[in-house]
């Protein structure tokens, strides 16, 4: 019987759960709603067994045979938050553990009673048993941690909040204003072994709030029971040294409204406060160390809450007792009652807490108590109150500072002119009613940027989202109006500036928050605002764009946008992050010159925008280039080793040409414009250029016109009239006879076009080569390598007279149908020269090897030797001078020459030698772990 009980007793403690916001006692309450108004059980009711319950109401489970009531079990009916409603849930407890143990040998079980009592005894000791479901669900069940972190030698200290969610910690930590920026954040367990460490850089969002945030994602699972069973600790490397504490759970953390730092000359501490601003009850949880010491019992505090106001002074003090000091940190729990200029000093960060021992009163510790320490973003959609219209949006972003001071964002675009800002809690009820005013003083240019001071019931209406911002037009009282929604800052929030989506004539639109960490990753959260976006799967798209330069139209980009898919959303709400982004696209983002792009396809039909203004790029991220350079030529980022991410882009970036501002596809030719009578093309990303082969004339007095290549017999026609050719894509006029430009074999020889007067066709014809009298076709050659028909070799040629290896190329200056008098790349080659980068250098010359779009990399000298290209790099003279500088268009170093150059000198020397003391510690810290996990 006694392991069927047991069995019963863990389902039913098991089975159900809830939270309780009140302490219960015994006796029961037995009140049932009556079974005729049974039927679907609302959200603010409880069903067991059954039954219905209403909320806070307590009883004894009945199972009915052979089991009977349960006395033994006490549940009831909490109220618990979900999504702004209370609801109602059932909670169990076995008491039977919590009976006092009789005095007699023999006691009895007493009928309708959980406890046994001795024969005659009359009081009931059921009703002396406390039941704190609330707290039991805290300290069992509770996601919230806290630490007191100190250290030996170092005279500030630091505190801690967590909470994990989805394999996810999220940490924030408040400290001591003396000891600077921590540099690491280091997990340790309860062997100080290294579970997880972090650089810590500080990020726009810590500079404007002065709290230490962030998250430790994917928590694996031996460190998740590691956290759970209280056996992890943390610690922090500031320039004063380092200091730890363990994380723990401590009861308030989930209602924790506001924090406090306690620190003193002999301890340290922490400060969790709950208020119910409706009646002013205060509840304290003080967590501290150092002022006491450990095994002491019965030792008498002192607590005072004191705030100075417009010269008037005010406190509240309190009397405890802790019963003994343990190992870990000791802990006080007061309650006590707040007046409304308690409240407001409290809200306004002006409120300091005492604790401080009665027979010691110098080991005091004091704190300012401001809005909880956890990094909390409150963010907003505006949106028309009654009809939507896509000309009138807004957003607004809103956190606590560490000095207790909600800093405000506000950005409005509407036509009409905006009168008025505040936030109010949306009451009908004077009475009721709560404005925050004064947020139209900063407004200038569709921004409004301040800091509000609240006071204690504006702060908890605020965290439990009962507030809403409201713009105010010269039309409309009520034009714009949103929700202030509130969650913890991650890394997509670190950049501390959010992103305003909308569209055209939408009554859809919502607010982005996306940075880039030191992994080059772009962390984003979108969440969005409207009618019909539960059932809606928008596609979300990363897009950038080039530099507009309108003054010079050819110097086109060479891709006008790109896209990247990030992901397909479902709903509201869309997060995660994108790796491998291209550099040229980290690059225009770090100006502002990309969009998140969200399209809904389907019946709610809706296309967002939201330009990146504020993300800022790490250095290691960008190329080393300008991107001013790097827009004509992206492709050259592949050759630098620097090119991540789309392959198939990056090819196809990689076979375009730059050529004089502009660009050209594989295979396409044009007529050069750095020197006359050349011809381009584009040869799988190289340019390719070659004089232009004139055809031969038939005439005896042939002419050139002006600004023509090629001599003709006849003056071209001047109406216009003329050809199109599509094997050059060039204009020919009427009359105009030509060879055709054949990618990527050149100008071919053996053919001649010629455009035709009375009918405008293109007539091609092949040349006809004169037959072979003197030797036989395999013996005859061609008098140059460009040459169209092959001719007999002389017999009286001397061997000794010209090298065969290198032939050179002769031509007769008074025939004008040879007016490309300049050699070739092939006779070039042909006398040893080398082609590099589509340009061809004669033997024996030396350069400094242009790379486009960089220009001359002077640095570099190349020299071609016999068809061989060998580059080599200037070496640099040593320097014997502690501070060197290099000029931007030098390659070597040189000694600082003035007072300037040596200031500048010593800053970059100041933040090298920064940067090499942090990678040694972290080596350091890497060699310590691996040698404790070795004799481990």
Same mark, same amino acid.
């Given at each position: ?103 007699? /040998? ?48 170092? /005279? ?120 119910? /601003? ?659």
């Amino acid at each position: 019987m006694q392991p069927i009980i047991v069995l019963v007793l863990y389902f039913l403690t098991g089975a159900v759960s809830g939270f309780s916001r009140r302490r219960k006692e015994l006796p029961i309450s037995f009140i049932r709603i009556p079974s005729e108004q049974d039927g679907k059980p609302k959200a603010s009711e409880c069903r067991f067994g059954g039954e219905s319950y209403e909320l806070e109401q307590t009883w004894h489970p009945d199972l009915g045979p052979p089991f009977g009531i349960m006395y033994c079990v006490h549940c009831e009916c909490v109220p618990i938050h979900k999504k702004r409603r209370i609801v109602g849930r059932v909670r169990c407890k076995n008491i039977k553990t919590e009976c006092p143990k009789p005095t007699c /040998p023999d006691p009895v079980l007493l009928p309708g009673r959980c406890c046994k009592v001795c024969p005659g005894q009359d009081d009931n000791p059921d009703l002396t048993i406390t039941v704190d479901l609330e707290r039991e669900e805290q300290e069992k069940n509770g996601r919230h941690y806290a630490a007191v972190l100190t250290g030996p030698g170092v /005279p500030r200290a630091a505190t801690g909040r967590f909470y994990f969610r989805k394999k996810t910690l999220q940490y924030s930590f408040l400290f001591g204003e003396e000891l600077g920026w921590p540099t690491s954040l280091t997990f340790l367990d309860n062997t100080n072994n290294i579970l997880e460490e972090f650089a810590l850089t500080k990020t726009a969002l810590q500079n404007r709030t002065e709290k230490l945030c962030g998250a430790w994602a994917r928590l694996p699972r031996r460190y998740r029971r590691t956290l759970r069973s209280e056996d992890m600790a943390v610690s922090l490397s500031t320039d004063l040294g380092t200091i730890s504490g363990k994380v723990m759970k401590y009861y308030g953390l989930s209602s924790e409204l506001f924090s406090g730092l306690l620190e003193g000359p002999s301890g340290a501490g922490t400060a969790i406060v709950s208020v119910s /601003p409706g009646t002013g009850s205060i509840h304290v949880n003080i967590l501290f160390k150092g002022i006491v010491k450990e095994g002491e019992q019965n030792i008498h505090f002192i607590i005072k809450f004191q705030m100075s106001h417009d010269g008037e002074t005010r406190s509240v003090e309190e009397a405890v007792v802790l019963e003994s000091v343990g190992p870990d940190l000791s802990t006080i729990e007061i309650r006590t009652v707040f007046d409304s200029p308690e409240l407001g000093a409290l809200g306004r960060g002006e409120l300091t807490l005492w604790l401080a021992p009665t027979l010691n009163p110098s080991r005091i510790l004091t704190a300012k108590l401001v809005p909880r320490l956890s990094c909390d973003i409150f963010d907003c959609v505006l949106q028309p109150a009654e009809t939507p219209s896509g000309d009138a949006n807004g957003i607004a972003f809103l956190y606590f500072t560490r000095a207790g001071g909600l800093q405000y964002n506000i950005k409005v675009e509407t036509r009409d002119k905006v009168v008025d800002l505040n936030i109010d809690n949306g009451k009908k009820s004077k009475r009721l009613l709560t404005v925050i005013d004064g947020l139209m003083s900063t407004y200038a240019n569709g921004w409004a940027n301040g800091t509000a001071m609240l006071n204690a019931g504006q702060v908890d209406e605020l965290f439990k989202e009962n507030l809403y911002l409201n713009v105010a037009t010269e039309n409309d009282a009520q034009a714009l109006r949103g929700r202030l929604v509130t969650h913890l800052a991650g890394p997509s929030e670190s950049s501390g500036e959010a992103v305003m989506m909308k569209g055209e004539d939408s009554s859809i639109s919502g607010v982005a928050w996306a940075s880039l960490d030191d992994t080059c990753r772009l962390h984003y959260n979108i969440r969005l605002e409207g009618s019909e976006l539960d059932t809606s799967s928008p596609s979300l798209e990363l897009e950038d764009y080039p530099i507009q330069n309108l003054d010079n139209l050819k110097a086109l980009p060479l891709f006008p946008s790109t896209k990247r898919h990030l992901q397909d959303c479902r709903g509201k709400k869309c997060s995660g992050h994108a790796d491998n982004i291209h550099k040229l696209m980290m690059a225009r983002l770090d100006s502002g010159d990309a969009a998140f792009l969200m399209t809904n396809a389907g019946q709610n039909e809706f296309v967002l925008k939201g330009q990146m203004l504020g993300i800022s790029s790490p250095q290691a991220c960008l190329p080393r280039y300008a991107r001013n350079d790097l827009e004509i030529m992206p492709g050259y980022l592949r050759d630098l080793g620097e090119e991540i991410g789309d392959e198939d882009l990056a090819e196809n970036m990689r076979q375009k040409c730059a050529y004089e501002g502009s660009f050209y596809e594989d295979g396409n030719r044009w007529e050069a414009t750095h020197d006359k009578c050349k011809m381009c093309s584009c040869q799988r990303g190289k340019v390719d250029c070659e004089p232009i082969v004139c055809p031969p004339t038939n005439c005896s007095n042939p002419i050139i016109e002006e600004g023509e290549c090629c001599a003709t017999c006849n003056s071209p026609s001047v109406d216009g009239r003329g050809c199109n050719f599509g094997g050059d894509s060039l204009f020919h006029p009427a009359g105009s006879k030509w060879h055709p430009y054949i990618p990527p074999f050149g100008f071919s020889r053996c053919a001649v076009c010629t455009c035709k007067e009375s009918s405008l066709a293109v007539d091609c014809y092949r040349e006809e080569c004169p037959p072979l009298t003197s030797c036989l076709h395999s013996e005859a050659i061609r008098p140059n390598p460009l040459a169209c028909c092959k001719v007999c070799p002389k017999r009286e040629e001397k061997s000794n007279s010209v090298s065969k290896a290198h032939p050179v190329l002769t031509a007769d200056p008074h025939k004008l149908n040879d007016m490309a008098m300049a050699r070739t790349g092939l006779d070039i080659l042909a006398s040893g020269g080398c082609s590099w980068k589509g340009v061809y250098h004669e033997n024996g010359v030396t350069w400094h090897p242009t790379v486009m779009p960089w220009g001359e990399m002077k640095c570099v000298t190349c020299g071609c030797k016999d068809g061989q290209t060998q580059c080599k790099k200037k070496h640099c003279p040593k320097l014997t001078c502690s501070l060197k500088i290099r000029d931007q268009d030098q390659c070597c170093p040189r000694c600082a020459a003035n007072r300037e150059e040596e200031e500048r000198a010593q800053r970059t020397l100041l933040i090298s030698n920064r940067e090499q003391r942090k990678l040694k510690r972290l080596k350091r810290l890497r060699n310590i772990r691996n040698q404790e996990r070795t004799s481990g």
